[in-house]
């Protein structure tokens, strides 16, 4: 005879398991709608396959594992699917879920269904297949994927294979009544299971409460390697660890799972299925619920449709609302209140109970704990639920995580006992889901932090291969430089006919300009010495100006701040009397030119110079008199001491303009102007004013317009035309003064190229004339654009007469010249 082991603590709760075992098992009728929620099981829920107004059968698959560790679920019946929407589902937490509604349409058509004669003859690959296609997850506990649990282990072998008979819990008789009418199927499911497995030893555990079920088991079971064991009857004894303790007397450590000491434990109405999906191919679509309470007339089990409203099968138990106080899944000691009697059937739904409150009465008030320990003596898993509940009550959930809360079975034996009525088990429950909500955002944390890092890792990898990417090629480009370099000191220059002919051209011109430019040079450095020495003058004259003006202010008021601006005003007038003598000194030691050349007097200065010395003077006078107006009737001594310094003002004034004025004397021949650099700036002066007035344009087409920006851009077209101007008469009075000095005709070559550069600007300008003339042609015309290529054309016409003035000049025809510029634009 087989030994049989204890575990600690269990209670002894009345069983009430006769009320449904009366009478045999009844097949629910077929419900006009079917609720299929996609996670009825453990893991992640099934992707949905279908979509409303879609047809399908009985049997077919509408929802398909998402993951490893997932299940299908299939169609209970055939029909239309009506919607995919989260519905309200049979869960502890009330929570809704997306669902799968299916109108059935009466004819409960199977889909096409693949059975197997002798399962004997497939392999372990094909017998999980079919179990897994099969959507079979456990049927007596929290629904674990089954294909998952059968996988062989890769290095542990299977030591013994057990089949969970006991169903220890008060009501619920559905494996019970499944052992008793159906032990074949318990029996050859085991059998698949243990192929797959291969174990040393087929147990199945039953308590002794369960006479018929035992006897129809080891009827089945005659002549096979299963044994059926019977055991004391005690809650929880129908518990995975505490099961495996009663028949091995083996303990699954703590955080650990019973495949890891060699063990592994199914349930019998899992067996079942398995049975059902490997020898006829059906999908899990039904399963046994018990039916019970007060509030039934005739409870008993059914066999039922998963997804069926559980509001109709308690119809047809004879379902009484009045005697009913609350409904329940599950049983009394594990299971959980219904807050909708609408909800669906699942694979897990093993037991609906309607209770009346003399039946089930409604717990007292929790009181305080008395520390009696009785909680401590029952609980099965050897824990201190004393100490969970001050943890998970004070929040405290990495302690109760410290004291092993996990390997609670939530069996609420220690509610059962605890004389404060404490819900215990709710608060094990609180404190579990909140750390796997904490887990799970850590882990999403880390996820985040870890994605952070791998782009900056990316990012600096990046970074540093164009770095190194950069450096090679600078030093490829620097390595083929000096092989250039190389290559042409060793190899004889090519030498361009068209451009030596230029350079010689610009040399000849720069040999005749030299002796000009030196003596110019020299002039210049003398005019700008001059001109800061007159703008020390000036400053001089101003300083001691505005300290004889704060002597008049002072009035007598005070004799130390007179002294001190005597002193200030004698030390100024000193200063200004250097200056001039500087000044003086500068304009005698200018260097003079030849009589030969009739050269100018060295005193005159550059004239922009003179020009800026005698604006100042100018605004100077303009500001005093603006003083004297002001102080004229509030201080008349003030208003003619600034007159006084006011005519002073007007005699440097005019010996300004007497020294800018023109002499009878004639000057030195000016060196040649530059016509190429000259015909350059008035290029650019030119694409800077056709810049701005294409800005002004945009910026008059916004919409709103920006008066302050359109203004602003009005006085930048407007000084660059004035730029313009003078760089066009810059270049004109250069030309004239080049023809009049008879120019020396250019080379054959430079002619050449001359002329190139006319027919390039010749073509350019064709061309630019054709995009206006269809651009004015388009309709609607694009005002913007026309004005725009108008703009072109007038350019490229101005670059056309300036190409062919330079040509002409260089062929040293005046007249022709002439001609020319003036017919350039038609």
Not at 153 to 180: F, G, Q, S
Not at 589 to 605: F, G, K, L, R
Not at 660 to 689: C, G, H
Request: charged fraction near 25%.
């Amino acid at each position: 005879m087989r030994q049989i082991w204890d575990f600690h603590g269990g209670v002894h709760p009345p069983e009430n398991k006769s009320q449904s075992t009366s009478r045999p098992i009844r097949k629910a009728t077929l419900p006009k709608t079917l609720i299929l929620p996609l996670s009825q099981h453990i893991g992640q829920p099934a992707k949905a396959l279908v979509a409303p107004g879609q047809k399908v059968l009985k049997g077919e698959v509408v929802a398909a594992a998402e993951g490893p560790v997932s299940v299908a679920v299939h169609a209970s019946s055939s029909g239309t699917v009506t919607a995919v929407e989260r519905r309200p589902v049979p869960h502890p937490s009330g929570l809704s879920d997306v669902c799968i509604v299916i109108e059935t349409d009466g004819e409960d058509a199977w889909t096409h269904l693949t059975p197997c004669e002798d399962y004997r003859s497939l392999s372990p690959e094909q017998l999980l297949e079919r179990v897994r296609q099969g959507g079979i997850a456990g049927m007596g506990g929290a629904g674990f994927p089954t294909a998952i649990k059968l996988h062989p282990p890769r290095n542990d072998k299977v030591n013994a294979l057990i089949l969970n008979a006991a169903e220890c819990e008060p009501y619920i008789t559905a494996d019970d009544m499944l052992m008793r009418e159906r032990a074949d199927e318990v029996i050859r499911g085991m059998e698949i299971m243990a192929q797959l497995l291969e174990p040393e030893e087929c147990l199945i555990g039953i308590e002794d409460n369960k006479p018929a079920a035992i006897a129809a088991l080891k009827q089945a079971a005659s002549g096979t390697h299963i044994e059926v064991v019977v055991i004391p009857t005690k809650y929880p004894s129908g518990g995975e660890k505490q099961l495996i303790k009663i028949l091995t007397g083996l303990e699954v450590p703590h955080g650990k799972i019973p495949a890891d000491i060699g063990v592994m434990c199914q349930n019998v109405g899992t067996a079942a299925a398995v049975y059902r999906a490997v020898r006829f191919g059906e999908p899990l679509i039904s399963r046994i619920t018990t039916v019970t309470g007060d509030g039934v007339a005739t409870p008993g089990n059914f066999e039922v449709l998963l997804g069926s409203p559980m509001s109709y099968l308690l119809q047809q138990a004879g379902f009484d609302a009045s005697k009913t106080d609350r409904l329940i899944m599950g049983g009394p000691m594990m299971g959980f209140t219904l807050t909708d009697p609408d909800l669906p059937l699942v694979k897990t739904s093993n037991c609906i109970m309607a209770v009346s409150a003399k039946e089930f009465p409604r717990p007292d008030p929790a009181q305080a704990c008395i520390r009696c320990g009785l909680c401590a003596e029952a609980c099965p898993a050897e824990l201190l639920p004393q100490q969970l509940y001050w943890f998970a009550k004070a929040q405290e959930f990495d302690k109760a995580e410290n004291y092993n809360l996990f390997d609670c079975i939530e069996c609420g034996a220690c509610s059962y006992v605890c004389p404060s009525s404490i819900p215990l088990v709710q608060y094990y429950r609180y404190a579990k889901n909140q750390i796997r909500v904490t887990a799970q955002e850590q882990q999403k944390s880390d996820k985040a932090r870890e994605r952070f890092e791998f782009r900056q890792a990316r990012l600096e990898r990046e970074k540093e291969e164009k770095e190194a990417k950069r450096k090679a090629r600078a030093e490829a480009a620097a390595k083929a430089q000096a092989e250039k370099a190389a290559q042409q000191q060793d190899a004889p220059a090519e030498v361009d006919p068209k451009k030596a002919a230029i350079e010689a051209a610009i040399k000849r011109a720069q040999a005749k300009r030299a002796p000009a430019q030196a003596q110019a040079q020299a002039q210049a450095q003398a005019q700008a010495n001059i001109a800061e020495l007159q703008t020390n003058v000036d400053k001089a004259w101003e300083k001691l100006a505005k300290v004889r003006e704060t002597l008049a202010e002072s009035d007598g008021a005070n004799a130390a701040m007179q002294e001190k601006l005597l002193n200030s005003i004698a030390k100024n007038e000193e200063r200004l009397a250097a200056a001039e003598k500087a000044l003086h000194d500068a304009q005698n030691s200018a260097p003079a030119t030849p009589a030969a050349s009739n050269a100018t007097p060295a005193t005159q200065a550059d004239p922009e110079q003179q020009a800026r010395a005698i604006a100042r003077t100018r605004d100077k006078i303009k500001t005093l008199t603006q003083a004297i107006e002001a102080s004229r009737e509030t201080d008349p001594q003030r208003a003619a001491q600034l007159t006084e310094t006011v005519e002073k003002t007007k005699a440097k004034l005019a010996e300004l303009e007497a020294e800018s004025a023109p002499t009878d004397k004639a000057i030195d021949k000016p060196p040649e102007p530059n016509l190429e650099e000259l015909t350059s700036q008035v290029e650019k002066a030119r694409d800077k004013l056709s810049m701005m007035q294409g800005m002004l344009d945009d910026a008059r087409a916004e919409q709103p317009a920006d008066e302050a920006k359109i203004a602003k851009l009005q006085r930048a077209v407007e000084k660059n035309q004035d730029r313009l101007a003078a760089a066009q008469k810059t270049l004109e009075d250069a030309r004239t003064q080049a023809c009049g000095a008879g120019v020396k005709a250019a080379s054959p070559e430079e002619i050449e190229t001359l002329t190139s550069a006319l027919e390039k600007a010749q073509d350019k300008l064709a061309m630019m004339q054709n995009m206006l003339s269809e651009a004015q042609q388009e309709s609607p015309m694009d005002e913007a654009k026309v004005a725009k290529l108008s703009r072109a054309v007038e350019k490229n016409q101005d670059r056309v007469a300036a190409a062919r003035a330079t040509l002409n000049e260089a062929r040293g025809d005046a007249a022709e010249n002439q001609t020319s510029t003036d017919g350039a634009g038609a």
